[in-house]
């Protein structure tokens, strides 16, 4: 975008500085690359082609654009709308058209390994020096079989966000976000009191994706498990959800939320929040950029926490992205992902623009750490969950499965109880089908 | 469904005087010319419709990986549709939609074709206002209507909050009869044009001297709409009636883009349902055995409308 | 009586007109506010200062508004140059001869009306790919002709039905040939329906999102619909409205004012074509 290109000229400088000084390094060093292709150069002016959803667009053109100013091989990048990326891949693999790198929705990722999409990247991921601090979560979700298939290309992990603004005019503290459930309702309450079409709270009550992000949280920090590790069990009729659901039922009952949540599909979710008109937002890192940028109002952050408030939870979410099993340049595709993963890139292109690196151990960095609330949350990604599910897209994300169906029941029905017991049912049915 | 079916169907109204007659002109006696001519039709046609399809219908028969070769499954896909709820949830809704958009259509047409068919000045200027959002895309058009039909942002619940006809939003997709309804004023909106321009043109086409004839015999109002005007139409009429039952029946960009299915499921149709299973659930012979089912429906659908509207006519 | 009348008929046509018309002045109105005002809740009526600044950011989203039109107007040509000279010739050939297989031809045309096109694009995808059209907008030019086909040959076929053969009888006594009679008499009187087939299948292809998605894999092939669609679904739900309403105006912009050329064509196309079997 045009506001950005001034920052942008300044961050290829670097980055091509940088990228430079890694060559060097790189070849210096030798045969540290272990991938079988060491005997090439993989920077052989090939050119790549690269698929991402629009959720990613300017975060994969930014690290696009740097790649390909610093290297001999380009990528072309392709940005296809969210809601047809499924459509699109599907119809690609049918016809052996699909791109050399591919990125995707990290909880559709088993969908495509699963489907052999992807080419096997084990060796490659463990020979790298910092293989040890590649967010876990990512990895493990795009592992099948013991093998890994892609690697993290955008990191996400979801947070509390809360208006200072609004909370000084409702007589709270600014600096003293709610630390459980029970606050979480009367702060909430006395926000809507302020009138004017301001609300305490806000949910989306018709995005099956919106309330795997911000609701599993506060499940994994009241210690239930949710999906079990190899994903063939789900446990959502428990206490934890119960108390959730009984809250944000509240939340809507009670008209502490707006009257467009209870058809919000996630399209225009974080709006309302952003126009400076709702006090408290479970939402994630994604739109940090823009809160940045924003001069309207002052915002904190805070951890999801259980009901309690005893411990937190964040689910890491966001995109990976693999080799294409049909890619003809696996070494020069390798070559891109290797470069996206090292710390220049993930400091100078990522961070600096307010995204979590896909690297633990750069979660210090400067960028980061520069502001208290981006910090709030790089660390929180220590309690990060990704869930896994062969099925999990079309069970948990897909508008017309059994997950949406099961909180819209809970939030907009007579019974919560009597919703989530049908909703355990369906999902384990959905996930029994699966195998 | 023979060709000619479909052309006595359209022959009822009065011909001019050069009426068509069957093809037997003197270029008719050289059928290889003939060939010539629609060869590039048939090339398309087999290339890109006849060959998908059939793929398509090999596909029912298999389990069909995305990357991996397919193997036959013999008739697993089929008998798997009767445990599939959503889909025939969907056929239910489905027909249901059809009926009330084939009616609606026809009910806001007649009033807009009464408009547009009078003599009086300024006609032309409703007549080009009813049209013009027929030529809006549906990308564009569905996307503006997402955008209008917002709580907060959307101009429909603006106007009428301005006019005090409301407190508060309105929640154009809350429910699945307010959902429902916003699907059919889109479709009203954005396809009725074409509908009227169609009623309009198979009117003037009826000879003014039926008319005339009849006001000298003294036929009153309501006569000449019962013995010229309907008789008259009634080609058009079952023109637009197959159309739009088609269309409405393979319904499927208008609801996925502004409910997704949703509010609770509750406007899924046909299509959409097997949109979602071949691209959501990546169950592409299942899927494809539900499009074979559909297309036989709708042929046989087609060939019993057709047959029906002829022996009326007869 | 008759002026209250008139009066009544004027207030009904002209409230239901400008319910037809306030979308479309409603997008465009939008896109000249200034991005902060395209933005507000609730909306503001008449933007309180004209602004492009909505259009100038198309101008930098993706690749940039230039590349999808240019793809767009390519893709328009090409399906519109494709649909009449094949709709035409068709339609001159199933009006004019009779020979083994036509009505099976006239049958499978008209089928293509009744298959679900949303199952039927990865079949058609896997043939392309085996033709080696994919990627290209000849492919999608070719595969948008076929979606016209069934509409197109039905028209173009009426209209040279409809044409008196003594006309042709008349120019083959005086020495022409078959395609010299087809080419000086009937052309000239199926212009109208010609127009017609032309200009649906401009409005197809200029407005279609499906298939250019699919059967196109580079982000800088991609047509406006695309372009809309992804500025819908951008970065996170934090959508630029401004923007959006602009792309809108951009991508109707070009079919109202080919309708509004086209408009007398289009009619007695119609009045030919459709309603004359």
């Known amino acids: ?435 | 469904m023979s060709p000619v079916t479909l052309t006595r169907v359209e022959t009822g109204a009065p011909a001019p005087a050069a009426a068509p007659r069957p093809s037997r002109g003197p270029a008719a006696r050289r059928p290889l010319t003939g060939w010539l001519f629609v060869a590039p039709t048939a090339l398309i046609v087999a290339a890109l419709f006849l060959a998908p399809l059939g793929v398509l219908i090999y596909m029912s028969f298999t389990d069909w990986p995305l990357l991996a070769d397919p193997t036959l499954n013999g008739l697993d896909n089929y008998r798997a549709i009767a445990n599939d709820d959503m889909f025939l949830e969907a056929i239910t809704f489905t027909l249901v939609y059809t009926a009330i958009t084939t009616v609606v259509l026809f009910a806001v047409a007649f009033v807009l074709v009464a408009i547009s068919n009078s003599y009086r000045r300024g006609t032309r200027f409703y007549r080009t206002a009813f049209f013009l959002p027929y030529v809006v895309g549906v990308a564009a058009a569905s996307t503006m209507w997402w955008v209008d039909a917002h709580d907060q942002l959307g101009v429909f619940n603006q106007v009428l909050r301005g006019v005090g006809l409301i407190e508060a939003p309105v929640g154009f997709l809350e429910t699945p009869g307010k959902a429902l309804f916003t699907v059919i004023a889109l479709v009203v909106w954005k396809f009725i044009g074409f509908q009227v321009i169609v009623l309009l043109v198979g009117l003037q086409s009826i000879p003014e001297e039926l008319y005339e004839a009849a006001r000298v015999d003294g036929a009153s109002a309501w006569q000449r709409l019962r013995y010229i005007t309907i008789p008259g139409l009634k080609p058009t009429l079952a023109l637009l009636t197959v159309l739009s039952v088609t269309g409405s029946l393979l319904a499927f960009d208008q609801f996925y883009v502004l409910t997704h299915g949703g509010p609770d499921n509750s406007t899924v149709t046909v299509v959409l349902a097997l949109y979602n299973k071949a691209f959501q659930s990546f169950r592409l012979g299942d899927a494809a055995a539900e499009a074979v089912v559909l297309l036989v429906a709708l042929v046989l659908l087609n060939v019993i409308q057709l047959r029906l509207l002829r022996n009326r006519e007869n | 009586m008759r002026a209250t009348r008139t009066v009544l008929f004027h207030a009904v046509s002209a409230a239901l007109a400008i319910l037809f018309l306030f979308p479309l002045l409603w997008a465009l109105l939008n896109s000249l506010k200034t991005t902060a005002e395209a933005n507000q809740q609730p909306p503001t009526w008449f933007p309180q200062s004209l602004s492009l600044d909505n259009y100038r950011s198309l101008t930098t989203f993706d690749q940039g508004i230039a590349t999808y039109l240019w793809n767009s107007v390519l893709v328009s040509a090409l399906t519109v140059i494709g649909s009449v000279v094949v709709c035409v010739l068709g339609g001159f050939g199933f009006a004019r001869f009779t020979f083994r297989g036509k009505h099976l031809l006239f049958v499978a045309t008209l089928a293509i009306l009744m298959v679900p096109y949303a199952t039927i694009l990865l079949p058609l995808y896997i043939l392309l790919a085996r033709m080696g059209l994919q990627n290209t907008l000849i492919g999608l030019a070719l595969v948008l002709v076929m979606f016209q086909i069934p509409f197109g040959i039905f028209l173009m076929r009426n209209s040279f039905e409809a044409i008196p053969r003594e006309l042709e009888e008349a120019a083959l006594v005086d020495g022409c040939s078959n395609y010299g009679a087809f080419r000086h008499v009937s052309l000239r009187m199926v212009m109208p329906g010609a127009v017609t087939v032309g200009l649906f299948s401009f409005l197809t292809s200029w407005n279609e999102y499906l298939a250019p998605l699919i059967f196109l894999n580079d982000g800088s092939k991609y047509t406006l619909p695309v372009m809309l669609v992804n500025i819908r679904y951008a970065s996170y739900n934090i959508i630029d409205f401004g923007a959006l309403q602009a792309g809108v105006v951009i991508a109707m912009l070009p079919c109202l004012v080919v309708y509004l050329l086209l408009q007398r064509f289009y009619v007695s196309g119609l009045v030919a074509g459709a309603l004359r079997g």
């Open chain 1, 1 to 435: 975008m045009a506001h950005l290109k001034g920052e942008d000229t300044a961050m290829f400088t670097r980055v091509v500085a940088l990228a430079g000084t890694l060559v060097l390094t790189l070849t210096a060093c030798g045969g540290s690359d272990n991938s079988g292709t060491a005997s090439t150069n993989p920077d052989d002016g090939t050119q790549l082609t690269m698929w991402v959803r629009s959720a990613t667009d300017q975060f994969s053109q930014r690290l696009v654009d740097a790649y390909n100013q610093s290297h001999k091989n380009k990528v072309a990048l392709t940005i296809i709308p969210n809601d047809n990326y499924l459509t699109k891949v599907g119809a690609a693999a049918g016809s052996r058209s699909l791109p050399d790198i591919l990125a995707s929705d990290v909880v559709y990722t088993p969908n495509y390994t699963k489907q052999g999409l992807f080419q096997d990247l084990t060796g490659d991921v463990k020979g790298l020096p910092y293989y040890s601090s590649i967010a876990k979560s990512h990895l493990d979700v795009a592992s099948y079989q013991d093998k890994i298939y892609a690697v993290p290309h955008k990191l996400d992990s979801s947070v509390l966000f809360y208006n200072k603004n609004l909370f000084k005019q409702a007589g709270l503290d600014p600096e003293k976000p709610p630390k459980n459930f029970d606050e979480i309702l009367a702060y909430a309450r006395k926000i809507t009191a302020l009138g004017n079409g301001i609300t305490g709270w806000d949910l989306a009550g018709s995005c099956g994706g919106c309330n795997v992000y911000t609701l599993f949280p506060y499940a994994w920090a009241d210690g239930k498990e949710v999906l079990s590790a190899d994903g063939k069990k789900v446990d959502i009729n428990n206490d934890s959800f119960k108390a959730i659901f009984k809250l944000y039922k509240q939340t809507s009952d009670e008209n502490l939320v707006d009257s467009s949540d209870k058809t919000q599909d996630g399209a225009t979710w974080p709006a309302n929040f952003l126009a400076g008109k709702v006090g408290m937002l479970a939402l994630g890192s994604p739109i940090v950029g823009d809160l940045l940028k924003q001069t309207a109002f002052e915002w904190g952050v805070t951890p999801l926490m259980s009901p309690d408030g005893a411990k937190t939870a964040t689910f890491t979410g966001g995109d990976v992205a693999g080799i294409a099993a049909t890619s003809q340049h696996k070494a020069q595709a390798w070559d891109f992902l290797k470069w996206t993963l090292e710390e220049s890139s993930q400091v100078e292109i990522i961070a600096k623009n307010g995204d979590l690196p896909g690297r633990t151990d750069l979660g210090g960095n400067k960028y980061t750490a520069a502001d208290p609330r981006t910090k709030i949350i790089a660390e929180g990604l220590k309690n990060g969950h990704t869930p896994f599910a062969l099925p999990f897209g079309d069970l948990f994300n897909n508008p017309n499965g059994p997950w949406l169906e099961t909180v819209r029941a809970a939030l907009y029905g007579p019974d919560i109880n009597k919703a989530l017991a049908d909703g355990q049912a369906k999902i384990q049915a959905g996930l029994d089908a699966a195998g």
